[in-house]
């Protein structure tokens, strides 16, 4: 049976989330009020638009329609300009090592993102040219939890979907994965990630024996 393997990006193959806060944090902050780094746990994984929905109720802000797309718009250039410098350096531990290794396997392999940044940022940390299909935020209509953009993936690749393996750092992501019927593997913190099939703290933590396995059972 063929597998596939699909990567999620923030906070799986680069961290990401910290531009994220940092832009949500200023314009949280010119809206006059605060946004911690524990509230930012609430947007991994989330479309930027249900972020700022969510950034709104903690503001407990209301926004006409021309305000809320002006807002979308300021957070989104602020990230870029964070994101703007980004380079190989920025690439999670080990997260290499397992993509060369897939490849060299002839493993299809997908990015499955909500971001509608991801191949820029793909491009400038020069892993692109590992992935076969990228299916992020300008690809699908309903965002994680939903497993659109899983099944798409899986669609794109050629994998029937329960033969793909899912990498996941934020729960509405495990969640879309399992969903999908697809393995599930949270990188972070296992109590968070606790509907994750597998949990491992970083790439540092899974041998390649530990993804043949994946590979052939
Ligand atoms: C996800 C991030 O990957 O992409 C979220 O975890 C982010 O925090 C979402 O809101 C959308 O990203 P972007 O780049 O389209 O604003
Ligand atoms: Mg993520």
New binding site residues.
């Given amino acids: 049976m063929k597998k596939g393997f699909i990567f999620?990006?923030?906070?799986v193959i680069v961290d990401?989330?910290k531009y994220?806060y940092l832009a949500w944090k200023k314009l949280a902050n010119e809206l006059g009020f605060e946004f911690t780094k524990e509230q930012n746990e609430l947007?991994?994984?989330?479309?930027?638009k249900?972020?700022l929905e969510i950034l709104l109720d903690i503001g407990k802000r209301e926004a006409t329609k021309k305000e809320f797309d002006t807002w979308m718009i300021s957070?989104?250039e602020d990230?870029l300009k964070y994101i703007e410098n980004m380079d190989e350096s920025e690439i999670l531990p080990d997260v290499p090592k397992i993509l060369e290794y897939l490849k060299e396997n002839n493993i299809p392999i997908a990015l499955g993102?909500?971001?509608?940044?991801?191949q820029p940022i793909l491009e400038k940390v020069g892993l692109l040219s590992y992935f076969d299909t990228i299916v992020?935020?300008n690809n699908v209509t309903k965002a994680k939890p939903d497993s659109e953009v899983f099944l798409l993936a899986a669609k794109q690749l050629g994998v029937n979907s329960n033969d793909c393996v899912v990498f996941e750092?934020?729960v509405a992501g495990v969640e879309a994965a399992n969903a999908a019927n697809m393995i599930s593997i949270g990188i972070g913190d296992e109590n968070v990630l606790s509907e994750a099939q597998f949990n491992f703290a970083d790439f540092t933590e899974i041998s390649i024996d530990f993804i043949k396995d994946l590979i052939e059972n």
Wanted: aromatic share 8%.
């Fill in positions: 999620d990006l923030d906070g990401t989330a994220h947007f991994k994984g989330v479309s930027r249900r972020c957070k989104n990230y993102s909500a971001s509608k940044n991801a992020d935020g750092d934020a």
